[in-house]
């Protein structure tokens, strides 16, 4: 009867809620031992600049490959990460290989911007500033080839002091970005008080455009507003040509998202890109889009 059914639902949701709660304090115990196992990969998701179809910079994503658990997507850990603290050391290490990868990179003739995100965690951490100095010095890399990925609740949470603190470290050179814009409820105008050179317009946003008149206004508004603020527009999450062509005709500076390319290893990079032809000129030509895709 329904007793029983309510009964077994109960159980299966006891079951259930065990099961990820064992699963947790795994995920727990080996997020511990992945740095030093060496589990986690940043892959690298290119950005192109719509006037010149050219790649100007690339954002590093992590992967955690987990012996037991496969590869493991961000969503999967970072919150988990950020819960207990193990995204400040991990956060760390990726500052130091995006640094690491984006000074071979250069080295070997490519310059390109590499995008880290941040977490709130971090951002919190009174060791950040440092830790960026010397990722960047122990990289030899130039700041200017640094990006910074930030959120809009990460700065509005406490303003002030956020803003002295992006105020110091952009003397490093490094660029700023406000990740997944339009999900918060900051506006632009308020956010333009911060030292920021970048924004990124959420994927929620991008994802119904151009079907959606009320998120293709508002894309419009934002890039708009960007580059009247002064500010690169990124949309992020193009997949399809309509969206290419709509954020072209209202001059979206970049864009980021599977329409051009999903998040690929560092190696593969350069097959993305074809061997530069020119070097140090800041960008390498790309491909044609269909043979990238
Ligand atoms: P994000 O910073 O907004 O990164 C963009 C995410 O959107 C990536 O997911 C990327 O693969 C995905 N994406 C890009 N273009 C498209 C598209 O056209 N279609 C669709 N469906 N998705 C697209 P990913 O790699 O799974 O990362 C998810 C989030 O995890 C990131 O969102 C970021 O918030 C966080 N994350 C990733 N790596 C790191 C990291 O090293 N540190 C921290 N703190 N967070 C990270
Ligand atoms: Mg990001
Ligand atoms: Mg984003
Ligand atoms: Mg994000």
């Given at each position: 009867g329904a007793k029983q059914r309510g009964k077994n639902t109960y159980q299966m949701y006891l079951r259930q809620m065990s099961m990820s709660l064992q699963r947790r304090v795994e995920m727990e115990a080996q997020l511990r031992h992945a740095i030093e196992n060496r589990e986690f990969t940043l892959f690298y998701q290119p950005r192109i600049e719509l006037s010149t179809n050219h790649c100007t910079g690339v954002e590093a994503l992590i992967r955690w490959n987990n012996p037991q658990l496969g590869l493991v997507m961000p969503s999967d850990f970072i919150p988990l990460a950020e819960e207990t603290g193990a995204i400040v050391p991990i956060g760390e290490w990726v500052l130091r290989e995006a640094c690491r990868q984006a000074a071979e990179w250069r080295a070997n003739g490519l310059s390109i911007h590499v995008a880290v995100n941040l977490s709130a965690r971090q951002f919190a951490d009174p060791h950040l500033h440092e830790s960026i100095i010397e990722a960047l010095e122990d990289a030899r890399l130039?700041?200017?080839l640094l990006e910074l990925e930030l959120t809009e609740s990460m700065v509005m949470r406490h303003p002030e002091q956020a803003a002295r603190w992006l105020t110091s470290v952009k003397k490093t050179g490094v660029r700023l970005s406000i990740d997944d814009f339009g999900t918060g409820y900051s506006s632009l105008a308020y956010l333009n008080r911060f030292p920021i050179d970048l924004v990124k317009i959420d994927r929620s946003f991008i994802r119904n455009v151009p079907d959606s008149h009320s998120d293709t206004q508002i894309t419009s508004a934002v890039i708009a507003l960007g580059h009247s603020l002064g500010l690169t527009v990124i949309a992020e999450g193009a997949e399809t040509q309509a969206q290419i062509d709509f954020l072209r005709r209202e001059g979206c500076d970049e864009v980021q998202g599977?329409?051009?390319?999903?998040p690929i290893p560092a190696d593969d990079v350069w097959g993305f890109l074809g061997r530069p032809l020119q070097t140090g000129t800041g960008s390498a030509p790309m491909p044609t889009t269909k043979s990238v895709r």
């Open positions: 130039p700041g200017e599977y329409f051009f390319s999903r």
